[in-house]
């Protein structure tokens, strides 16, 4: 039987993997401006990390995790999100010591056993940061700004993306609101679907996620969140707004956005761009003030978000934007026939050891398809060695743009190549 890739997962061909690996580079740049240093965490981890840091009530704990046992029978699970593992990161090796700031960031795959669906994998690739010891609204607004001009510097057009923001609160006046939220769940049981009706007594601001209509109807009547925050969270809240106001960032607020980790406190965000169908948020995060005290450490402000790679991808395509470049080519190196293949091998590989992008025909073809082959690399010059040329010492280069040619002695041919790709 032929095998193929697990349902839910995609291999990266050339084309993805150079669109991922160009979007990676953008955020490196653009991140390394805001201060953020690399950090890889494992891809799998303790399965209580994620229990205690996402949340048991979450989908992603309670129905979304690829865990097992491993040899030793210890429960692992493969990370369904990178904020958890860096977090125990932070703690295990001291990186936020009391008063400082550590800024993080990292790319790579994650892992949720979700049913997939258009921009929704089981394996996926985010992009995220994580800002660590920073309380003041200003972090937050940084967080936000970053998001969206990471978006805008890949090419995504801001109209075409909405942000959306909303405060949670923090454990002084979340309990209460939750508690409202559950009476307005079992004051409308009837119209809500079962698990919601669960979600009373497990975790109710959950019900404000469910995908069914009726559902989605009766939580429109819920008690709002900005309604119910402590003066102290409400403070933060205006002042990340008017940070975002100040930077001329336009936002919507969105007083249902709960997200779907239970680690957050105060502000969460979310960017949504259009042309993607359901799953069209490609960016979101949010602040999580508790998580180092839940994970075993001193209590740290943090915050952070993660981009989704598959998405971002849609998203760029409805916009028009080519995300890959094109296979990096400069010289295309051609033999006339066998006995200059030798030559020409040699003449490719000094080419790249001079730093330019040379590619030859590895088989025994006519010089029309080594040309038909340069076309479709996109080679800016071929450098053809025929037994003439190469009696004399000479290689004959050919300029694909302005179609001129040059005979060149073959030590030289590489700085002349260098000099015509500028
Ligand atoms: P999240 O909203 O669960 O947040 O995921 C972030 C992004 O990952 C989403 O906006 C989406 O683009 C992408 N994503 C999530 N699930 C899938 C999936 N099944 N298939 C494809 N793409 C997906 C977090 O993961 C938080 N750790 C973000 C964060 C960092 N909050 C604070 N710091």
Request: net charge neutral.
């Amino acid at each position: 039987m032929e095998l193929r890739a697990p349902k839910g997962t995609a291999d990266m061909l050339p084309e993805t993997a150079r669109a991922w690996e160009r979007l990676q580079a953008a955020a490196a740049a653009l991140f390394e401006r805001y201060g953020y240093e690399p950090i890889y965490t494992p891809l799998f981890e303790h399965t209580e990390l994620f229990a205690r840091g996402i949340g048991e009530a979450t989908d992603i704990v309670g129905k979304e995790m690829y865990t097992f046992d491993d040899r030793s029978g210890r429960s692992i699970t493969l990370r369904p999100e990178g904020t958890a593992g860096v977090v125990r990161a932070a703690i295990e090796h001291a990186l936020v010591p009391q008063g400082s700031v550590a800024k993080l960031y990292y790319a790579g795959p994650m892992f949720r056993y979700e049913r997939p669906q258009k921009g929704r994998m089981r394996q996926f690739w985010q992009i995220g940061v994580e800002l660590l010891g920073a309380a003041e609204p200003s972090a937050d607004a940084e967080a936000v700004a970053l998001l969206v001009r990471y978006f805008e510097s890949v090419g995504l057009p801001r109209e075409r993306m909405r942000l959306l923001v909303n405060s949670m609160g923090d454990e002084r006046c979340r309990p209460a609101y939750r508690d409202a939220v559950a009476a307005h769940i079992r004051a409308n049981a009837d119209g809500l679907c079962e698990e919601c009706r669960r979600r009373a007594d497990t975790n109710p601001l959950r019900a404000f996620d469910c995908k069914n209509e009726r559902c989605q109807a009766v939580m429109a009547d819920a008690p709002r969140i900005t309604d119910a925050l402590c003066d102290e969270c409400r403070e933060h809240y205006e002042a990340v707004k008017r940070r975002l106001d100040a930077l001329g960032i336009a936002y919507e607020e969105a007083p249902r956005l709960v997200r779907g980790l239970d680690y957050y406190t105060r502000t969460v965000f979310e960017v949504q761009a259009e042309g993607l169908g359901a799953q069209n948020a490609i960016g979101g995060g949010g602040r999580y003030d508790g998580l180092f005290a839940t994970l075993g450490g001193a209590r740290t402000p943090g915050l952070g978000f993660a981009l989704g790679f598959e998405r971002t991808l849609l998203a760029l395509q409805a916009a028009g934007v080519e995300p890959g470049t094109s296979h990096g080519v400069a010289a295309y190196v051609a033999a006339v026939d066998e006995s200059c293949r030798a030559a020409a091998f040699a003449l490719a590989m000094a080419l790249r050891d001079a730093g330019v992008a040379a590619e030859l025909d590895h088989r025994a073809r006519s010089l029309k398809a080594q040309f038909k082959h340069a076309d479709k690399l996109g080679a800016r010059v071929v450098v053809v060695l025929g037994p003439d040329e190469l009696a004399a010492g000479q290689a004959t280069v050919r300029d694909m743009e302005t179609k001129e040619e040059r005979k060149v002695a073959l030590a030289d041919v590489p700085s002349r190549v260098a000099a015509l790709i500028g």
